[in-house]
């Protein structure tokens, strides 16, 4: 199952059968499956999907959104804060990440426990927390620089200093990637001082950090140089592997791989999902010597 938020809303979807359901209108900046909810792939069955709709977290019932004859199913509010934030998963899978007006809180979903993780620095956004439990990165966009928290230690690991940083972590929590004006950096938590770094081929929005997201296993980068470039480096090298095309040259806000490795979502600011199949990707460009 694959969950697609943007501006106009966010809607559910069965990968197998593409089949559809919209759950609200609004526009929400972060959707996510809870340990409790379906994966990409699983179908329509039972579990949870937790949106941040505004400054609200709002959970919704699969199988009851699923079963429902109309747009927007019920949901209940699991907390509400003080207007636009940003939200991701807590590696435990039960809990949300939210960045709220003073502070950078935890978020138990199940008791609604409310637990303050650090002060949190003017215009700063996108919170998350690497699988280890133990790195928290948080983006910016003009305001605060973005950092990298130790939380074991209590102490700030690494300052990026530009005005626009957006960053994701490997689902092992082994790699941090670094959207950067005109760059992306490839980090080994801990070791911050040697990045690998893909530099941007193409002129484009040279103020703005482009998306990123890092394969099961860590072997392949997928990273955006906005407005529209999706390139598929290796992220141990800092080497490009391939440019994917984008024929409506749409804007692309977001790029995710599946969890299981075998699909890449190209969110674009039409609204519009693009999804690459690795293996036939990979099988064309081989045809071609240009595989990896």
């Not at 509010?77 to 007006?101: F, I, M, Q």
């Not at 296993?217 to 440019?243: K, N, S």
Request: hydrophobic share 40%; aromatic share 8%; net charge negative.
């Amino acid at each position: 199952m694959m969950a697609v938020r943007g501006n106009c809303g966010v809607q559910l979807w069965d990968t197998r059968t593409w089949r559809s359901v919209t759950l609200t209108r609004k526009g929400a900046r972060s959707v996510m499956f809870p340990r409790d909810g379906a994966g990409e792939g699983e179908g329509e069955g039972g579990g949870t999907v937790v949106a941040l709709i505004g400054g609200e977290l709002r959970r919704w019932d699969l199988r009851a959104a699923w079963e429902s004859d109309t747009e927007n199913p019920a949901s209940e509010v699991v907390w509400r804060g003080w207007g636009e934030s940003w939200a991701s998963l807590h590696p435990d899978g039960t809990s949300v990440v939210v960045s709220d007006r003073d502070y950078i809180l935890r978020v138990d979903l199940e008791s609604r426990a409310v637990t303050p993780i650090m002060p949190a620095l003017p215009r700063t956004e996108r919170p998350i927390v690497d699988a280890t439990g133990r790195w928290l990165f948080v983006g910016n966009w003009r305001g605060a620089p973005a950092q990298v928290a130790d939380l074991h230690a209590g102490v700030t690991a690494l300052r990026l200093s530009e005005s626009s940083v957006r960053g994701a972590f490997s689902l092992d929590g082994g790699i941090l990637t670094v959207g950067l004006p005109g760059r992306h950096l490839v980090f080994d938590p801990g070791r911050w001082d040697s990045p690998r770094e893909f530099r941007s081929r193409e002129p484009g929005l040279s103020t703005v950090a482009g998306a990123s997201t890092v394969a099961p296993g860590g072997a392949l980068l997928a990273y955006v140089e906005p407005p529209h470039v999706v390139r598929l480096g290796d992220p141990r090298t800092g080497e490009i592997l391939a440019t994917l095309p984008n024929a409506e040259r749409y804007g692309i806000p977001d790029i995710r791989f599946s969890p299981d490795g075998r699909l890449l979502v190209v969110l674009t600011l039409e609204e519009t999902v693009i999804i690459w199949r690795m293996d036939e990707l990979r099988d064309g460009l081989e045809k071609l010597q240009m595989g990896w």
